[in-house]
């Protein structure tokens, strides 16, 4: 199976290890786990379904409790969020390094829970504790679910041929916002305070909750949105290329179209990251019913959210394409995140210089 390497396990792994071992079969299982797609649906009761997914919480102290908090949550609630099914409930397993106070867990937790009234969720099971052998960032892990109407939920598996491509923000937005927010006076010697800045305010931009909810209202299936997509590890680039598998189809998406800030620009360029394939939470990938994707796209930019048009779904004979100034690529996953050796990389010379100081 290879070397063990940082970050989620590939398809292959994912495939032969976890997918031939998910317990008792259920007939109330309507989605089951798949690489690439973002929650499990549960039939809960008739015509009602529950979606669900689980990831660590993860907080960066350093960031103030306040913004580790808001990221730790909408990192959970934006993977629920893309099923299209309203927010409801989080389950939270907090274990904590030993040394945290009492006084620095309140201020956490009540970071925590503001964060999650205000987007509508509410925690209603956990644990919480401190052990030897845990440390920040993973402190941790949460389920995150949401509920509604059987017929009213989608997935990453149900883009059809014929469907426009819609993506929203652009590439490299987590990948940006964190350099700028974890190093960001070495970050201001190369590129300038000004794009610090500007990198720094994504950092409230790492969220698909409000454009999911913008789908769930502007209409989904047949009325519009037929797929979503939280664009994590990979990138823009390999949200696709997991939608284009998930569903069992192909895909055309003109590179150039997939928007790009100037300070995702210059912080990739200056870290050594390729944008494209960078860890970007906050960009949603949708499909998009043909005829109504240029309305969808108005729809999220009259809620404040940039959006473009970035290609069409095809027939899966004809391969996933992603169209370059070099002409015709294979639209493929990129395997390992650039975003974690280049982090890595940078917290290692930090380490280095604080510890020469």
Same mark, same amino acid.
């Given at each position: 199976m290879g070397e063990p390497r940082l970050g989620k396990a590939t398809a292959e792994l994912f495939e032969q290890v976890i997918l031939r071992r998910l317990g008792a079969k259920d007939p109330d299982v309507l989605v089951g786990p798949e690489h690439g797609v973002d929650v499990g649906v549960v039939r809960v009761a008739d015509g009602v379904a529950m979606a669900l997914t689980a990831d660590p919480v993860f907080v960066v102290p350093a960031y103030g409790w306040d913004r580790a908090a808001w990221f730790a949550v909408h990192i959970l609630a934006s993977d629920a969020a893309t099923s299209g099914l309203p927010l409801r409930w989080m389950a939270v397993d907090l274990n904590l390094p030993p040394e945290v106070t009492d006084e620095e867990l309140t201020a956490l937790w009540d970071a925590f829970h503001r964060t999650c009234r205000d987007i509508g969720i509410a925690i209603v099971t956990g644990h919480t504790a401190r052990y030897e052998g845990c440390t920040w960032p993973m402190v941790g892990g949460a389920v995150c679910m949401a509920a509604g109407a059987e017929d009213r939920y989608v997935t990453p598996q149900m883009a059809r041929p014929g469907d426009a491509i819609v993506v929203t923000k652009g590439a490299a937005i987590e990948a940006t916002a964190l350099f700028a927010a974890t190093f960001p006076e070495r970050l201001a010697q190369g590129v300038g305070e000004d794009v610090v800045k500007a990198? =720094?305010?994504?950092?409230?931009?790492?969220? $698909? $909750?409000?454009? !999911? !909810?913008?789908?769930r209202e502007f209409g989904l299936r047949d009325q519009g949105v037929t797929s979503m997509h939280d664009a994590t590890e990979g990138g823009v680039l390999g949200g696709l290329a997991e939608v284009a598998s998930a569903?069992? $189809? *192909?895909?055309? $998406?003109?590179?150039?179209r997939i928007p790009l800030r100037p300070e995702v620009r210059a912080v990739c360029e200056h870290t050594g990251m390729d944008p494209y394939t960078s860890i970007s939470e906050g960009t949603l990938i949708c499909t998009v019913v043909q005829d109504r994707a240029d309305a969808f796209a108005s729809a999220l930019e009259d809620d404040g959210i940039d959006a473009a048009v970035v290609g069409q779904v095809t027939e899966v004979e004809h391969g996933a394409v992603l169209v370059t100034d070099r002409g015709d690529e294979a639209l493929e996953h990129p395997g390992l995140d650039p975003f974690w050796g280049a982090f890595g990389r940078w917290a290692e010379? !930090?380490? *280095?210089?604080? =510890?020469?100081?």
């Open positions: 990198a =720094d305010a994504l950092f409230e931009r790492m969220t $698909v $909750v409000p454009e !999911a !909810a913008v789908a569903s069992k $189809v *192909g895909m055309r $998406v003109e590179l150039a010379e !930090a380490a *280095g210089i604080r =510890d020469r100081t």
